[in-house]
């Protein structure tokens, strides 16, 4: 049980748990915003015609693909990445013994860019239920 009592301090440690329960709140939009990113890019980057896309070879890079959402302090961070070394090459540094077809073919970049709004929504939608709470 949390008892809050009328006082100056009592106020504090309730502005604190109101705070508390905001970035929590915030912390799990942000985690269900990275996965909606990771089903986008995996749909529709990874998967396609090559040499547009990277198309499925082995499933390895699409299974790579991982999200985390931390809450340091009064910043929440999102991270969206792979550690298979080729899908950091496709995405940043590109392949340069492509003959044919572009060098670069990102598919987290691009997945954030399309799905910028619909994030910014879940984001605004989530605080506008916190605050009314």
Same mark, same amino acid.
């Given at each position: 049980?949390?008892?809050? /009592? =009328?006082?100056?301090?009592?106020? &504090? #440690?309730?502005?604190?748990?109101?705070?508390?329960?905001?970035? @929590?709140?915030?912390?799990?939009?942000?985690? &269900?915003?990275?996965?909606?990113? &990771?089903? /986008?890019?995996? %749909?529709? $980057?990874?998967?396609?015609? &090559?040499?547009?896309?990277?198309?499925?070879? @082995?499933?390895?890079?699409?299974?790579?693909?991982?999200?985390?959402? #931390?809450? /340091?302090?009064?910043?929440?961070?999102?991270?969206?990445?792979? /550690?298979?070394? $080729?899908?950091?090459?496709?995405?940043?540094?590109?392949?340069?013994?492509?003959?044919?077809?572009?060098?670069?073919?990102?598919?987290?970049?691009?997945?954030?860019? =399309?799905?910028?709004?619909?994030?910014?929504?879940?984001?605004?939608?989530?605080?506008?239920?916190?605050?009314? %709470?």
């Amino acid at each position: 049980m949390i008892e809050i /009592h =009328d006082t100056p301090q009592g106020r &504090r #440690e309730l502005g604190r748990i109101g705070k508390l329960n905001i970035l @929590s709140g915030l912390e799990k939009t942000m985690l &269900r915003a990275l996965l909606t990113i &990771r089903g /986008h890019a995996k %749909e529709n $980057y990874l998967t396609g015609p &090559r040499p547009q896309k990277l198309g499925v070879v @082995s499933n390895v890079l699409r299974s790579s693909l991982y999200v985390k959402a #931390e809450t /340091h302090g009064q910043d929440i961070i999102g991270t969206i990445g792979t /550690h298979i070394w $080729y899908g950091y090459m496709w995405e940043v540094t590109g392949n340069k013994r492509v003959k044919t077809g572009p060098q670069f073919r990102p598919f987290l970049r691009p997945a954030i860019e =399309d799905k910028k709004a619909e994030v910014f929504k879940q984001f605004e939608v989530e605080i506008v239920r916190r605050v009314n %709470e």
